[in-house]
């Protein structure tokens, strides 16, 4: 379908070096593309959906977004409330997303909605929706405290109709396949911060070193140079844990308790670093002349968006409940 045919720690590859990308925007608006909206899609879809939504997605010739996230259903996704009704060979879709991702310029969505009134975790799938059918409305482009490079929106669906071919896989087992497109992102998110940390840690040696309070280099301080050294050790630990996940799940094994655990970490190591690196630069670091104070911003989303910090450690709970007892 146009791909390269390499296996997931390619993808991994790739996300590590968009950190070069001295923002959090565009690596996050391209995983949504390789890593958020089409994995149930490429395991799932059609050989015609495939072809119409897949080929050029993978081209660049169109952009892609994941509708999930409603504004009374974030990370607690059994609870979504858009619902697309069957009646003869369409689905008719009303409700609405919230927090997407690219959606202002999104030519298809995967969308995830309930398509039947049974269990919550078995009345969801997943479709392809055409953003310029009749019905669709992008209410607005929501202004963001970090990621401001990447437009977010709230979008509605008044009477959408969309063709029943369009069903990824089976009806009633969206869930399921959100819950695998999660751990790819999650993985991916997880990537995407390593080198930017790394990056923050590095500038902020550069900067210390250079900068003079009364008469000796910040870094001169043992505090300083210390806590460095401590940031840096985190950063690689969580480059072996994401690494140890990748190996495990490029092998077929479930990573979702792997996954879970790198992203939390992640998300909480990004606002240790930033913060901890910022408070360095002293007053610059409160400008917006600096990488750390961008770095700071963008990657606060990452113990929020994909799955909160709260429910990264839910799940991790309950794979720890499914061990035996000692």
């Known amino acids: 379908y146009g791909g390269m045919g390499l296996d ?7 996300a590590e070096e968009l950190g070069n990308i001295h923002c959090g925007g565009i690596p996050m608006a391209i995983g949504v593309q390789a890593g958020m909206a089409t994995p149930a899609l490429t395991r799932f879809g059609s050989d015609e959906l495939k072809k119409q939504f897949l080929v050029p997605t993978i081209a660049g010739d169109v952009v892609a977004c994941l509708g999930v996230s409603e504004a009374g259903a974030g990370s607690d996704v059994a609870n979504i409330k858009t619902t697309a009704v069957r009646k003869g060979d369409e689905y008719v879709i009303n409700g609405g997303k919230m927090w997407t991702t690219s ?33 669709i409305h992008v209410a607005k482009k929501i202004d963001k405290l970090g990621m401001r490079s990447s437009d977010t929106a709230q979008i509605f669906f008044e009477d959408v109709r969309v063709p029943s071919k369009n069903l990824i896989g089976e009806e009633g087992k969206g869930f399921t396949y959100q819950m695998l497109q999660f751990q790819e992102e999650r993985l991916w998110a997880v990537a995407t911060v390593l080198t930017p940390l790394e990056t923050i840690i590095q500038e902020t040696i550069d900067y210390t070193r250079q ?18 050294a401590e940031l ?33 970490k992640a998300g909480r190591l990004a606002r240790e670093v930033t913060d901890s690196c910022l408070q360095f630069w002293g007053g610059m670091g409160f400008t917006s002349e600096v990488l750390v104070s961008r770095f700071y911003r963008d990657l606060r989303l990452l113990s929020i968006g994909g799955g909160t910090d709260e429910t990264m450690l839910s799940i991790i709970c309950k794979y720890m409940e499914t061990l035996p007892s000692k």
């Open 232 to 264: 840096a050790t985190e950063v690689e630990l969580l480059r072996s844990l994401l690494y140890r996940a990748v190996a495990l799940y490029v092998e077929g094994n479930d990573v979702t308790k792997f996954a879970s655990m790198a992203k939390l």
């Open 8 to 14: 997931f720690s390619y993808n991994i590859a790739v």
């Open 211 to 228: 900068r003079k309070v009364f008469d000796q280099s910040v870094l001169h301080n043992q505090a300083v140079h210390f806590r460095l």
């Open 103 to 135: 959606g202002c310029q999104a030519d298809w969505m995967c969308l995830l909605a309930n398509t039947s009134e049974g269990p919550l975790h078995r009345n969801k799938s997943l479709l392809c929706l055409p953003m310029n059918l009749p019905g």
